[in-house]
């Protein structure tokens, strides 16, 4: 891993492990309390398994994790930049670790993919 990528990652983990030390809106501070407790109460998987295998699937730097709630499923939500400068958003089910979803741009602000993996 090279030392961008690694300072990149160690950011990630921070804010989404870290948000309710930084300043935050109400919301954010219940989403961390409410990401915190799925994870304690096996709901959820740890957020390096769900880094890994975005990493594996989608080698690149990560941007951005997002811990979401959609319609009574718990997601990450991952935003990935590849080698070849694609921008993509990349949503993994909270408690298996499936691929739900890849959104993407492939430089003209083109593509997209859903599926499970």
Do not use: C, W
Not at 6 to 35: F, I, Q, Y
């Amino acid at each position: 891993m090279n030392a961008a990528r690694a300072v990149l990652l160690s950011l990630a983990l921070l804010a989404a492990l870290a948000g309710a030390a930084l300043p935050a809106a109400a919301d954010d501070d219940r989403d961390h309390e409410r990401a915190r407790e799925a994870f304690r109460s096996g709901r959820a998987l740890p957020l390096e398994v769900i880094v890994a295998r975005a990493q594996a699937d989608f080698p690149g730097d990560i941007l951005d994790v997002e811990f979401e709630d959609e319609d009574g499923q718990i997601v990450y939500e991952i935003k990935t930049i590849t080698a070849e400068g694609r921008v993509l958003k990349l949503k993994y089910d909270a408690a298996t670790g499936d691929l739900l979803r890849v959104r993407g741009r492939n430089g003209k602000g083109e593509g997209s993919h859903h599926g499970k993996r």
